[in-house]
């Protein structure tokens, strides 16, 4: 099962507003079939009049929560900056099965009667102690994160490349951080901006390690899209007197 996710500021957006209920009812709809059937936000039109009206998703498209992409579908407006990408899902799927049907061998491979015995073998007097049945094909640790969590390794990064965070623990903000974004409609890559944005401030430089942290954690909780870049505006030819009297 997955879920279509709406921010929790839209009851009152302009846009939404401006559209009225039954349009952005239907917006809602539209995108809670998109996310069980994985297409991206995409919706055919079929499906579109089903649920609402032609007239109800003109408005819809007036006020910007639709975009136009073709004669037999259309786009819902940001889908994928609040929704995880079809290929994220499949992705989790495969990786929750795995873990699964692994689990699964591990715990059928050997009765518990014939595990007890080994267990009272293992010394207990400060000698190195031996797994009496290791995992012949161990995952590491690191490795089963990154490819459940795949910002960790870029927040993690990112908090380690400033002084300002030299003694926090990294990996384990990072990695609290990246869980948070499965189910939060953020993406990682907001989260760097808001790690490099807290260190550039430097408005932690002083603070107690508990107190940077929590610092840290609420900028990158906050974390928003970050701007688009302002266009250059356009260049204006010199048509001075002077420069034409040069040319002569």
């Given at each position: 099962?997955t879920?279509?996710k709406?921010?929790?500021?839209?009851?009152?957006?302009?846009?939404?507003?401006?559209a009225?209920?039954?349009a952005?009812?239907?917006?809602?709809?539209?995108?809670?079939?998109?996310s069980?059937?994985?297409t991206?936000g995409r919706?055919p039109?079929?499906?579109?009049?089903?649920?609402?009206s032609?007239?109800?998703?003109?408005?819809?498209?007036k006020?910007?929560?639709?975009d136009?992409?073709?004669?037999?579908?259309?786009?819902?407006?940001d889908?994928?900056?609040?929704?995880?990408?079809r290929?994220?899902?499949l992705r989790?799927?495969?990786?929750?099965s795995d873990?699964?049907?692994?689990g699964?061998?591990?715990?059928h491979a050997?009765?518990?009667?014939?595990v007890?015995?080994?267990?009272?073998?293992v010394?207990?007097?400060?000698?190195?102690k031996i797994n009496?049945d290791?995992d012949?094909?161990?995952?590491?640790?690191?490795?089963?994160?990154?490819?459940r969590?795949?910002?960790l390794a870029?927040?993690?990064?990112e908090i380690?490349r400033?002084?300002l965070?030299?003694?926090?623990?990294?990996?384990a903000?990072?990695?609290?951080?990246a869980e948070?974004?499965?189910?939060a409609?953020?993406?990682p890559?907001?989260?760097?901006?808001?790690?490099?944005e807290?260190?550039?401030?430097?408005?932690g430089q002083?603070?107690?390690?508990?107190?940077?942290?929590?610092l840290?954690?609420?900028?990158?909780r906050?974390?928003?899209?970050?701007k688009?870049?302002?266009?250059?505006?356009?260049?204006?030819?010199?048509?001075?007197?002077e420069k034409?009297?040069?040319?002569?």
């Amino acid at each position: 099962m997955t879920w279509f996710k709406i921010d929790d500021k839209s009851t009152f957006h302009a846009k939404i507003v401006d559209a009225g209920n039954e349009a952005w009812g239907a917006v809602c709809r539209a995108g809670a079939w998109s996310s069980e059937r994985l297409t991206d936000g995409r919706v055919p039109w079929p499906i579109a009049l089903a649920i609402a009206s032609r007239s109800v998703w003109n408005r819809a498209f007036k006020a910007g929560l639709c975009d136009a992409v073709g004669d037999g579908e259309f786009q819902i407006h940001d889908y994928l900056d609040w929704n995880p990408s079809r290929d994220e899902v499949l992705r989790l799927r495969a990786l929750r099965s795995d873990s699964g049907r692994t689990g699964g061998k591990r715990r059928h491979a050997k009765p518990k009667a014939a595990v007890k015995p080994l267990l009272k073998q293992v010394p207990t007097n400060g000698e190195a102690k031996i797994n009496p049945d290791p995992d012949p094909d161990p995952v590491p640790k690191e490795e089963e994160e990154a490819a459940r969590l795949p910002g960790l390794a870029m927040l993690e990064t990112e908090i380690r490349r400033h002084d300002l965070f030299a003694d926090l623990d990294a990996h384990a903000i990072a990695k609290s951080q990246a869980e948070r974004l499965i189910t939060a409609p953020q993406k990682p890559e907001w989260l760097v901006e808001a790690i490099r944005e807290c260190a550039e401030k430097n408005v932690g430089q002083g603070l107690q390690n508990g107190a940077l942290q929590s610092l840290l954690v609420g900028f990158m909780r906050r974390a928003k899209r970050p701007k688009a870049p302002e266009p250059e505006p356009p260049k204006v030819e010199d048509f001075s007197l002077e420069k034409y009297r040069r040319k002569r």
